[in-house]
């Protein structure tokens, strides 16, 4: 959520700001919601004031007498506005929080300007792309081919765009879990975190879900819950409503959870494989730090994920995300996008992102920098490392034999106990 006393300051700054993410967006409302919200809180305090002069005068005043009786009559005039002051400046409150809500956040200003993923800007290459003597084929065909991914059984059990994985495909699954938890806790610093699959509507608030991408969720509305779209939902919002010590920060967790997610109007894309499905598995890091240190901790985060894939040695590449491309809550982000040599493309493996206070506003996550001074916003921020289905669909294009064998990378063969080759 934006600052909305910054924004009364200069909103014309901040639309200009807003408006490099693509499209106009107005701030006219939520600054006359606000100017109305300051006259509604100073009319209340003259009316209390009021109250108060009036209460003293029924003290000093004859009961019995005409001076008695205006001031008791005053008294109840001004409580009755009172009341209905407090019921309008509750209205316009609420109409002041539910327009900041859908707002998104601003971007950075070194973010290349553009309106797609066409105008992303690549950073870095890292690793060689396979050359193999061959027509490399699609992670969905190997692995039904291995007969270890199951669609049709899938659909049968739930619906399209859920799959069933059997066997060594299942492990390989499992042991990447394995594997990515052990390199973010034992040697990158992160505390393991596995948080509940459900959570309520303010977390999903909290984080950017909510209220604009409700229709992206999984709802139980009987609970008023949510299933996760993602582990940042349930990790950021363990420090919801708290003050942090400023002297523990960074803040570091990483956490497995599957995520849910409706897809809502991408159909038609990905429909056949794992890329894009309603329920997935992936790590993810989230850290709270300062904000003078939010910059830094970009890098090394973005950095952290890449070593899963560097230790993997799965090729891929770093692109900077342009203004009409970084997701809501977000001011900076990097993709990392995994070479699939079955589709001869790059694809999304991992966004690391910087929020800023965008998220620490909406979940009133402070930090008290030491003993002697005020609370204040940390800075969020948050990356897959990684979408593991698409590590597992990375894995089967980039490792795939002419025959239709899958070599296991080595940095997973102990959590296979041992297994080098996946074959039929």
Not at 69 to 85: D, G, H, L, N, W
Not at 381 to 398: F, K, P
Request: with cysteine; glycine share 6%.
């Amino acid at each position: 959520m934006l600052d909305i006393r910054k924004i009364d300051q200069d909103p014309e700054h901040f639309e200009r700001r807003l408006a490099r993410r693509g499209g106009g967006v107005s701030l006219a409302e939520v600054v006359a919601l606000n100017a109305r919200r300051r006259e509604l809180i100073a009319h209340a305090d003259d009316l209390r004031h009021k109250k108060a002069t009036a209460e003293s005068g029924m003290k000093t005043a004859d009961k019995g007498g005409e001076q008695f009786t205006a001031f008791r009559e005053q008294m109840r005039e001004v409580a009755a506005e009172i009341k209905s002051q407090e019921a309008e400046l509750k209205s316009v409150e609420e109409a002041l929080s539910a327009a900041l809500l859908v707002i998104p956040n601003v971007p950075d200003d070194d973010l290349p300007a553009g309106a797609s993923d066409a105008d992303n800007v690549v950073v870095r290459e890292v690793g060689a792309r396979p050359a193999f003597p061959f027509t490399p084929k699609e992670h969905w065909e190997l692995g039904e081919r291995l007969g270890l991914l199951d669609f049709e059984r899938a659909v049968k059990v739930a619906q399209t765009r859920f799959s069933v994985l059997r066997g060594p495909l299942a492990r390989l699954e499992r042991a990447l879990i394995q594997f990515m938890l052990n390199l973010h806790t034992e040697e990158q610093g992160y505390t393991e975190i596995l948080p509940p699959f459900l959570v309520n509507y303010s977390s999903m608030q909290g984080t950017g879900q909510f209220p604009k991408f409700q229709e992206d969720a999984f709802v139980l509305e009987r609970d008023q819950l949510a299933l996760i779209p993602t582990a940042e939902v349930p990790v950021t919002n363990l420090h919801r409503d708290e003050i942090l010590d400023g002297a523990a920060l960074p803040v570091k967790y990483t956490a497995y959870t599957p995520c849910f997610r409706r897809e809502a109007g991408s159909y038609g894309r990905d429909t056949r494989g794992l890329i894009r499905q309603h329920q997935f598995d992936k790590v993810e890091l989230v850290q709270f730090v300062r904000p003078e240190d939010s910059d830094a901790a970009l890098e090394a985060l973005t950095g952290h994920a890449e070593e899963v894939l560097k230790r993997l040695g799965l090729p891929y590449r770093v692109s900077l995300l342009c203004t009409g491309d970084i997701g809501f809550s977000a001011a900076k982000t990097y993709d990392l996008e995994v070479w699939l040599p079955g589709q001869n493309t790059y694809r999304e493996i991992s966004s690391c992102s910087n929020f800023r206070d965008f998220q620490a506003r909406r979940a009133a996550i402070r930090y008290r920098p030491d003993a002697t001074s005020k609370p204040q916003l940390c800075h969020t921020l948050n990356g897959s490392a990684l979408a593991v289905g698409r590590t597992l669909v990375a894995i089967l294009e980039n490792y795939q034999q002419e025959d239709g064998s899958v070599v296991v990378p080595a940095a997973l063969r102990p959590y296979m106990g041992g297994l080098e080759v996946i074959r039929a």
